[in-house]
């Protein structure tokens, strides 16, 4: 059965319309209002129309002491006389001893065993702290199931993180429903997440519910947006990371194929997400490879290898690096002379500053032979670039033609890619490119690049 909560208190006329409007709208889902064992609460679920009311009261020594200050008989007697209203307005009831877990099981008995006499649909089993072990729901809805002769329902919270766990331990043990949220959202810690316990009833135990589960991202994503509470990257089914592979054996067993690394039971299909290789510092061969023939980029074994060095070397750094910026490296890659360039670029220093003169420092092999040289400039990028045209000097005469630079994606860390145009002493000009996050590095990979390319031709 779907149950739609409309929230406690219902407070206000514009808050009850919209739950008329809701009711009144045709929904196959039932619409459920939740009210404590109050007249003026079961009339304000009444007057809004819902389908079916869930009322409650606490239970547990701690709570009903502490919180409502009522004898256990007094509670006994209110939970009889809510339900009792309930059903004389020929509505469908639901009844949670609140904080079920921490109630002495013979009187919790005793309450559930007086509020189906008196005509209550179904009983809720809340763990209303989060504090019970598996096991422990296991055992007590297994004895709850033995007693009662209408459906069980079961409420966990997740202040340990078991609240699914709980609530399939219930099921189990006979419970026929249970309460979740869409991304675990609730109280403190929140209460048990829908795609976790759908899915595990649906992949792991066989079970069926009546949830159309390859919408479940989607509502997801909508209800993130809707509360602005974010969805962990890791977050299990839902999660951008869950049908994610990155470390080399991974992607290499899920390319080939997907039930290596991954439940098999459950695929990203099933619920509406998407498996994506992320390329990382742990990529491997296999993935990126995959990656870059999608897009019809067919490396040679040496260029390969110099892509995943550069993609292991910004990952390093904390780029996150995706598809534009795969090819915009790989691009790069492949536009540069094969074999040993005449000159091996090995280290970029710049010093820089509003009350510094730029200052940049290179150190390349040329022609196999270790030279170093520094430049100034009005900024990092244009000492960089004089410091390169001193270092090639007396091997060539080379003077930068044009320059643009352009971010591939969007962020603080986004790669930058330049193209710079040489033109040497002959005349000839030629246009190289270079991407990487520092846009020195870039501007002088590229005019690296463009110069080995005059020199080998």
Known sequence: MDTIEAGFPIASAGDMES??????????SEICGLARVLTKDLDTCIDAGVGMIHTFVSTSDIQRIHTIKKSREEVVEMSVNAVQYIKDHGMRCMFSAMDA???????????YKAVEDAG?????????????????????????????????DTHCHNDFGLAVANSLMAIEAGASQAQVTVNGLGERAGNADLAETVMSLHSIYGAK????????????RMVERYT??????????????????????????????????EPGIMTPEMVGHTRRIVLGKHAGKHAVLRSLQSANINPTDAQLDAIIKKVKML??????????DLYTIALDILGRPEGMPPIDLKEVSVMTGNITTSTAVVKALVNGKECVTSNVGVGPVDAALKAVETLIGQHTKV???????EAVTGGSDALAEVVIGVQDDKGRIVTARAANADIVLASVEALVTAINMLLKT
């Open 399 to 405: 003077t930068i033609h044009d320059f643009k630079i």
């Open 101 to 111: 877990t921490r109630t002495d099981l013979d009187y919790l008995i005793e309450v």
């Open 120 to 152: 209550c649909d179904i009983i809720n089993v809340p763990d209303t702290v989060g504090i019970i072990a598996p096991s422990g729901m296991y055992r007590l809805i297994s004895k709850l199931d033995k007693e009662m002769n209408i459906p069980i």
């Open 315 to 324: 990952a390093d750094k904390g780029k996150r690096i995706t598809d534009a």
């Open 209 to 220: 519910t009546n949830i159309s589960t390859e919408y479940i991202v989607e509502t997801a």
């Open 19 to 28: 739950v008329r409007n809701i009711a009144n709208a045709g929904l196959t």
């Open 228 to 261: 602005g509470v974010q969805i962990p990257p890791h977050m299990p089914i839902v999660g951008e990371n869950a049908f994610a592979h990155e470390s080399g054996i991974h992607t290499h067993g899920v390319l080939e194929n997907s039930d290596t690394f």
